[in-house]
C-alpha cells in the first residue's frame, strides 16, 4: 500500500513539473522578442508575422509610433481538425529619433484566432487621439463587440488600460446592452435601451491601479 502512495505522488511531481515546462516553453517562444528595431517585423516571435500595421503619435514627442496586430504564421496544410486557427497578438512600439522603434507593449492573450469569433468575426486596432483602440467581434444573431483603451503613463513608462466597452446584442430582437468602464475615474456606465444607469469601480481610480497592457486579458 505504501509502495503505491509513492508511486502515485511520482507520478503527480512528473505531471507537475511537465504542465510547468511545457508552459515556461510557450512563455520563451513569445518572450523571443527584440528589444529595439528598425521596423515591426523586428520584433515579431519565430512563427508569427504582421497582420496589419498602424502608426500615430502616443507619447508626444512628434515622432511616429506603431500598433500592430499579430497572427501565427500558420499554414492550411500544417493544421489538424483539432487544431483552433491561427492566434492573434499585437504589440505597440515607440518611434525614435534615430528612426528606430522600441517595444513599448505586447499581448498575447487577448484577441481571439482567426476562425474563432463566428460569422460577425472581426478584430481590429487603431491609434486615436494618442491612444491604442483595440477591439473585436464575434458571433452571428447574438453577438459581442469589445473595445479596450490604452494610453502610455508618461511616468510609469507603460502602457494602461483606461477604458473598456462591452456591447452584447441580438440582431433579430434588435437589443442590445453596453457596459462602458473608465478606469481613470473608476466610472462604470450601463446602457440598455432607453435605460442609462452609473456607478463606482471600487479601488480603480486612477492610472496606478489601472492594468498594464500585458495583463489584460478578456
Known amino acids: ?3 503505491a502512495q509513492i ?4 507520478l503527480i511531481l512528473l505531471c507537475i513539473f511537465g504542465l510547468a515546462g511545457q508552459a515556461q516553453a ?11 528595431g528598425t521596423s515591426p517585423e523586428d520584433f515579431v516571435p519565430n512563427g508569427w508575422k504582421v497582420d496589419f500595421q498602424v502608426s500615430g503619435d502616443l507619447n508626444g514627442d512628434g515622432v511616429p509610433d506603431v500598433a500592430a ?20 497578438a499585437f504589440i505597440v512600439l515607440l518611434g525614435a529619433d534615430n528612426g528606430k522603434f522600441l517595444l513599448a507593449g505586447t499581448n498575447f492573450k487577448l484577441l481571439q484566432c482567426k476562425g474563432c469569433g463566428g460569422v460577425k468575426e472581426f478584430v481590429d486596432i487603431q491609434i486615436k487621439k494618442g491612444v491604442v483602440v483595440v477591439s473585436q467581434m464575434s458571433g452571428s444573431r ?11 503613463d508618461q511616468k510609469l513608462q507603460r502602457f494602461i488600460l483606461i477604458g ?3 456591447e452584447e446584442g441580438d440582431n433579430v430582437l434588435g437589443k442590445k446592452k453596453i457596459v462602458s468602464s473608465n478606469y481613470l475615474t ?14 463606482t469601480m471600487n479601488g480603480i481610480n486612477t492610472s496606478r491601479q489601472a492594468l498594464f497592457l500585458e495583463d489584460v486579458v478578456e
Do not use: C
Not at 7 to 10: A, E, K, N, T
Open 1 to 3: 500500500m505504501k509502495n
Open 7 to 10: 508511486v502515485w505522488y511520482f
Open 26 to 36: 510557450q512563455d520563451a517562444s513569445l518572450g523571443d522578442r527584440a528589444r529595439e
Open 69 to 88: 496586430i499579430l497572427i501565427e504564421d500558420k499554414r492550411e496544410d500544417d493544421r489538424t481538425d483539432a487544431d483552433e486557427g491561427p492566434k492573434h
Open 142 to 152: 447574438e453577438y459581442t463587440y469589445s473595445t479596450w483603451r490604452f494610453r502610455y
Open 164 to 166: 473598456m466597452d462591452i
Open 186 to 199: 473608476g466610472l462604470k456606465t450601463i446602457q440598455e435601451g432607453k435605460k442609462t444607469s452609473s456607478s
